[in-house]
Nanobody, 112 residues
Framework: QVQLVESGGGLVQPGGSLRLSCAASGSLFSINTMGWYRQAPGNQRELVATITSGGSVVYADSVKGRFTISRDVGKNTVYLQMTRLKPEDTAVYYC??????WGQGTQVTVSS
């Protein structure tokens, strides 16, 4: 019923930047927590960042200081601004809502 649609992934050189967007739609009336997770081939899915409707944020240590999560609560849309990207950031990035709903994922590849 509730759907999450990610956009903004692509190929970027090391040190570059990308901004991901995720919009929620469907029967959901409101969403408290939204976030981003990522999964590289052969690895487990890991948390990148989360944000509540009140603005509380959590970042993985690996991205702290480089990535910024933000949201438009009224639009149920969450963003991930990624800067100083590293090859190890290469993964499929998934949007998450209510800790249980997932988007289809968007590929981020950091390579020269």
């Amino acid at each position: 019923q509730v759907q999450l649609v990610e956009s903004g992934g692509g190929l970027v050189q090391p040190g570059g930047s990308l901004r991901l967007s995720c919009a929620a739609s469907g029967s959901l009336f409101s969403i408290n927590t939204m976030g981003w997770y990522r999964q590289a081939p052969g690895n487990q899915r890991e948390l990148v960042a989360t944000i509540t409707s009140g603005g509380s944020v959590v970042y993985a240590d690996s991205v702290k200081g480089r990535f910024t999560i933000s949201r438009d609560v009224g639009k149920n849309t969450v963003y991930l601004q990624m800067t100083r990207l590293k090859p190890e950031d290469t993964a499929v990035y998934y949007c998450n809502a209510l800790q249980t709903i997932w988007g289809q994922g968007t590929q981020v590849t950091v390579s020269s």
